[in-house]
């Protein structure tokens, strides 16, 4: 499990409960450096001062706020954790929701909660409490130099929080244009056929970075000095035959469906 970069405690109503915070999730993107295309070296990066003329390397920098145009305060580490709010140390909890009422738009990343050793008992009576009324909480928590608004619910025998963005973060939607050209009741029928044939339980160990596994491919073809041929893209042409397409695609999903259990 990877190593707690938070601790503190959730609180609701007068319960307290000692938690340590881990990332739930982890990226794996496939790194590139930009180099010099003439002989492929990496560049140094080099900070340079327009003031002085001087150059210097990072560990001589502050961080800076603007206040006003060219005039800057500084702000340190000190400052960061003088921040008066009790969610520094604190997921407080601010209400229960059905799970089913918070927009997905408004997840952003995942974090394991762990219970300390006096926080085990409360711990587990939160966890099956939820799990019991079907309900998420909503709370507050301040970590990497933000509040967060965050969404805590149970998940296998611990608890995750999942940070979330405020409303203002979020963009409104594009406005689509009406369509002149209504779906008749047959095709939302036939649509609605194909959607049931296609469900079966969430597996998220049957999907896989296809992308990944591809670009992969092609670092090893240019290594042996092999081309890679571009796949053809797609064609965005409407479909012009919204029944015949629909119709096809649910006799392909019930000869996949067939074909899988014959296995």
């Known amino acids: 499990m990877p190593k707690a970069f938070w601790k503190g405690a959730i609180s609701f109503g007068l319960v307290v409960i000692p938690v340590s915070m881990s990332v739930a999730v982890r990226e794996r993107p496939l790194r590139f450096s930009y180099l010099h295309n003439k002989d492929l070296v990496k560049p140094n990066q080099v900070l340079h001062c327009p003031e002085d003329g001087e150059y210097f390397s990072i560990k001589d920098t502050v961080r800076g706020y603007e206040y006003a ?67 998420v909480a909503v709370a507050k928590v301040a970590f990497a130099r933000k509040e967060h608004l965050a969404c805590l619910r149970p998940y296998g025998e611990t608890l995750v929080l999942h940070t979330m963005r405020y409303p203002g973060e979020i963009t409104e939607a594009p406005e689509v244009a009406e369509s002149r050209a209504a779906p008749s009741k047959a095709e939302i029928n036939m649509a609605v056929s194909l959607i049931r044939s296609m469900e079966e339980p969430f597996k998220p160990e049957q999907y896989r970075d296809e ?35 629909l119709e096809a695609s649910l006799a392909k999903s019930k000869s996949k469906t067939l074909a899988g259990k014959e296995k």
């Open 69 to 135: 145009k060219g005039h800057y305060i500084v702000i340190t580490d000190d400052d960061f954790e003088a921040v008066p709010l009790r969610t520094t140390r604190s997921i407080d909890i601010q209400s229960f929701v059905d799970a089913g009422e918070i927009d997905p738009i408004y997840f952003f990343d995942s974090h394991y909660l762990e219970p300390q050793q006096l926080g085990e008992k409360p711990f587990r009576l939160l966890r099956q409490a939820m799990m019991e009324t079907g309900k």
């Open 211 to 245: 992308y990944r596994a591809a670009l992969e491919k092609i670092i090893a073809a240019k290594l042996k000095g092999k081309k890679i041929e571009a796949p053809k893209t797609a064609s965005e042409k409407e479909t012009e035959d919204l029944m015949a397409a």
